[in-house]
């Protein structure tokens, strides 16, 4: 009787496995079915344990956001589609209309375009101070402020954040302390235990570390706020896919090694630029001769990343010699890749900033970043000599 009633149309049963699967499965149901009434309301009231509609969260996402979570001492996180959508969680999901956001001059581009752009237009109101100069907090952190944002490490000039100085102001005033911490990393700066009381990422970068997604991250040990943030992430829409939280878990897995070779060969590529007669500037904290590079060692656990920037000597003409002469290293605006790439800020990144604003943050028009990749370091300074040969 039942037999004649089945349909190819109906969902299937799981068949009964014993065996555990020893890597996390994907998990791409939109929707999660109760036998009861009973028991769905129970998971809404959080009484039993339970997934219910994917935008709410799902088991990828949240295995990723504990993973995560456990990396930066964070009681709990939330992963969210993107890094800016994480950033807009956080505002959204905190802020007022007539609050203040204090934010670092020296952020990456989309957040300095949402902080003196959008978020004005919903009135929050954004003051902006110099994370490397305390002079300037002063001015910036006001009683009206309720979130201070900054990065520890700064795109793309690699300045470091005065932290000490910064978390001191943002109590002063009693704001949320908020730190993006993709460039840094979880290896080389623990926001949330200095005194930090939010910590975000772009997953998209060295974490998950293959160019092939984009998420974000978000975790807090405060867990008012958490529900909060997560609560702000559905509600919006901000969650993320779980097919990119099951390619980001199998990223993670190599992150620490990753992260060693791409940091020694960061070391050694900003040397050799140093020494080469077409290089008018190389900035790397891991350099005696970077302005913050005291602060570098107090605050990196050891680390000096794995982005150097410089700037080439010559004219528009020298950098497209380079660039094209470069031709085995992609010229695309992401970092954090396993492989080695470059972007010239000034037409990437930081391309809708006025060039005065962007000369003022030291950002010149030959100015090349390069996120230094886990090639044999060899084969990256030939690629490198090449170009610099042509340029
Ligand atoms: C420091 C930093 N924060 C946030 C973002 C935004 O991340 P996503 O592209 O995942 O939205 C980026 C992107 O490059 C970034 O470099």
Redesign the pocket.
């Given at each position: 009787m039942s037999k004649t009633r089945r349909s190819v149309v109906r969902r299937s049963r799981e068949p009964d496995n014993y065996g555990k699967p020893l890597v996390t499965p994907l998990s791409p149901s939109v929707a999660y079915h109760y036998s009861d009434v009973d028991q769905l309301k129970a998971v809404y009231e959080n009484q039993i344990d339970g997934f219910t509609y994917a935008r709410y969260g799902n088991p990828n996402s949240a295995i990723l956001a504990d993973k995560i979570s456990w990396m930066e001492n964070a009681q709990g996180g939330v992963m969210t589609a993107?890094?800016?959508?994480a950033?807009s969680a956080v505002f959204m999901g905190i802020l007022n209309a007539g609050d203040g956001i204090a934010a670092a001059t020296q952020?990456?581009g989309?957040?300095l375009k949402m902080t003196s752009q959008v978020c004005p237009r919903l009135g929050f109101k954004t003051t902006f101070f110099d994370a490397s100069d305390p002079d300037t907090f002063a001015d910036a952190i006001l009683p009206s402020t309720k979130i201070v944002l900054a990065?520890i490490v700064s795109?793309p000039m690699l300045r470091v954040t005065d932290f000490t100085a910064l978390e001191k102001a943002a109590r002063n005033v009693g704001a949320l302390l908020v730190i993006?911490n993709?460039?840094t990393t979880p290896s080389g700066f623990n926001p949330l235990n200095h005194g930090a009381h939010i910590v975000i990422h772009?997953?998209?970068?060295m974490l998950s570390g293959h160019s092939d997604l984009?998420?974000?991250y978000i975790g807090t040990n405060d867990l008012k706020l958490l529900s909060k943030l997560d609560e702000t992430v559905s509600t919006l829409g901000l969650n993320a896919s779980p097919y990119n939280c099951w390619l980001a878990e199998r990223g993670l897995h190599t992150f620490d090694l990753r992260l060693k070779q791409a940091q020694h060969n960061a070391n050694k590529l900003s040397q050799l630029l140093c020494e080469h007669s077409k290089v008018s500037e190389v900035h790397y904290p891991g350099l005696s001769t970077h302005p913050d590079y005291a602060l570098a060692k107090e605050l990196l656990n050891g680390d000096s990343g794995t982005i150097v920037s410089f700037v080439l000597k010559g004219t528009h003409e020298n950098l497209n010699s380079f660039l094209r002469a470069a031709e085995n290293i992609p010229y695309g605006p992401?970092?954090g890749d396993v492989a080695t790439m470059l972007i010239v800020p000034a037409v990437s990144?930081h391309r809708e900033l006025d060039r005065s604003k962007r000369l003022e943050l030291g950002i010149e028009d030959n100015l090349i970043r390069v996120s230094v990749g886990i090639e044999s370091f060899d084969i990256i300074r030939d690629d490198f000599l090449d170009a610099l040969d042509a340029a």
């Open positions: 993107s890094g800016m959508s950033l952020l990456y989309q957040s990065e795109n993006d993709t460039f772009s997953v998209t970068k984009n998420l974000g992401t970092l990144s």
